[in-house]
C-alpha cells in the first residue's frame, strides 16, 4: 500500500546522518542550476568568449616573495635589454643620413636640402627594419610645412629621429632604476640616477665627491617640487620625459656650455653651490638648520613675519627649524612664483583659513604685515581698500569675492599678487611700477646716445 511506502520512507530519512550546511548549499545551488536551465529551455548561451578573457593583473611579489622578486627583475633587465637593442646606434644613424643626403630633391632652399615623398619612401625601403617606424605618411605630413614642391627638409626629419632615439634611450635608462617596476620613481631611485650620472657631465667635474650628496638633493628636489604637487613621493617616468628638466640636466654634457647659460640652469654646478651657500650664510649658528629668524634674511630681508610664520606652520621642521629639503622647496617657490607648482605652495601658505580660497579677511591679514614694515621704514601706509580692489582687478575670479588657486594661475597674476602679499620689497617694486619703467626707458636711450 502507498502509506507503507511513505511510512518507510519516512523512517529512513530520520535514520540518515543529517547534512552539513555546505552540502545543502551545494544541492541547493544544483537544483537551482537544473530548474534555470529547464526554464531557460536548456538552451546554451551562444557566445562564451568571457571564458577566454586573458589575465589582466598580476600580483606583485611580496618582500618575502625574494625568488618571485629576482626572477622580476631579471625579466625586466632582459625586456629592457631587447628595447635597447632595437634603437639606431650610431653607425645607423650616420648610415641614414648618408641615403638621405644621396636622396635629397632639388632645388634647395638656401642651404637647407630637402626631399619629397616619393623619395622619402624609397630611403626608408633602403634604412633596415629599424627604421621603419620614422617613415610613415603621418610623420611626412607631421614635418611638412609651406614647402612648394610637397617636400620636407632633410634636417628637420633627422632631427626628429634623433629625438625619437634619445627619448627612448633615455627612458630605458630611468627604467633600470624603477625598483618597482610600475612606471615611477620614487625619490631615492631618482637619487641613485642622477649620482651614477655626475661622472658623465663635464660641467660637474669640478665638484667634489664631498659634495654629491647635497648636489643630488638639490637637483632631486627639482623635480620632486614641480612633478608631485600631490607629494606622493613618485614620479612617473612619462612626466620626467616630457618636462625640459632632463634636457637642463643633460645640457651639462656640454663641455663648452656659456656662462649665462650656467647661472640660469638649476642643476649647473654654479646654481647648486650658489643656493647651498645661500643656505649656509643664513644658518648663523651652523647647526645645518635654519631658524624662523634665520629664514627672516633670505633674499633682500623684506619677507614679513605672518609669511614666515605661515612657512614653519605648514612646512615639515625639526622642533621648529628647516632642513635643506624644505629649504630647497622654499626657494623653487620663490624664485619661480609664476608657475603652478609654485603659487600653489605659496597659495596654501596664504590659505589660513584652509578653505580652498583667499577672501578680503585673508588678503588683509598679510597686507597688515606690509603695512607694519612700511611705517617702520618711514613710509606712508597705503591703504587696504586700493590694494585689494587692485588685486580683485587683475585676477578677475569667477566669484568677484574670492580668489580661488586657479582664478590666480589663469589670471597670470600671480606672481604680482604673491609679492605684494608676502614681501615688502616686492609691494614697493609693484607700487613704483611706472617710475622703475621710466628710469629703464632712459637708461636705454642713454645707451643709445652714447
Known sequence: MDWKRSLRGRLAARRAPKKSEEELKGEEMELFTKYYMEWKG????????YTNIPRFYYRLPAEDEVLLQKLREESRAVFLQRKSRELLDNEELQNLWFLLDKHQTSPMIGEEAMINYENFLKVGEKAGPKCKQFFTAKIFAKLLHNDPYGRISIMQFFNYVM???WLHQTRIGLSLYDVAGQGYLRESDLENYILELIPTLPQLDGLEKSFYS???CTAV???FFFLDPLRTGKIKIQDILACSFLDDLLELRDEELSKESQETNWFSAPSALRVYGQYLNLD????GMLSKEELSRYGTGTLTNIFLDRVFQECLTYDGEMDYKTYLDFVLALENRKEPAALQYIFKLLDIENKGYLNVFSLNYFFRAIQEQMKIHGQEPVSFQD???EIFDMVKPKDPYKISLQDLINSSQGDTVTSILIDLNGFWTYENREVLVASDNDSAADVDDT
Not at 42 to 49: V, W
Not at 284 to 287: A, F, R
Request: charged share 40%.
Open 42 to 49: 536548456g538552451r546554451k548561451i551562444g557566445n562564451t568568449s
Open 163 to 165: 629625438r625619437k632615439v
Open 214 to 216: 647635497f648636489y643630488v
Open 221 to 223: 628636489r627639482k623635480f
Open 284 to 287: 648663523k649658528d651652523h647647526n
Open 387 to 389: 590694494v585689494k580692489d
